[in-house]
């Protein structure tokens, strides 16, 4: 059995590496806001809102597996050590203590915007690097719109 080789060239492979590097960075960081939210939300939704986070940060943490396991897959060692998150990140951040549960929501809808648009442009840019790449950063922006669109419709926004 002959070992699958890989057939990214060298400016493919870094342009790809970076993708999934960064949306690496931003999916661990929205499964630490969406945990922020839930543990420190109160308000008349709480309860729906509490659930509803927790399966947010349940589907990021997965797909941040799998995006981490795509980088070694190509050869990547991916890294998200919390050093590496609180400095690359690029969603906004989540204020501390107790918040609202409408603020709660806004604010977590406004760091999934932010993570689904980067998710866009990444998988426009690996769309001629690596297919499979792309393909696993657009099922991820499909999911991450779903979650999105459940939030707002479950809030008056």
Known sequence: MSPVRNRLAASDHTATADALQGTLVDLLDLSLLAKQAHWNLYGPQFRSLHLQVDEVVTIVRAQADEVAERASTIGVSPDGQAATIASSSG???????????????????????????????????????????????????????????????????
């Open 91 to 157: 969603l906004p951040s989540f204020p501390p203590g107790r918040i609202k549960d409408t603020e709660a929501a806004t604010t977590l809808m406004s760091a999934m915007s932010t993570m689904i648009n980067r998710l866009h442009d990444r998988a426009e840019a690996t769309g001629s690097t690596d297919p499979v790449t792309q393909d696993l950063l657009i099922g991820i922006t499909g999911t991450l719109e779903k979650q999105y669109w459940m939030l707002r419709a479950g809030t008056d926004h």
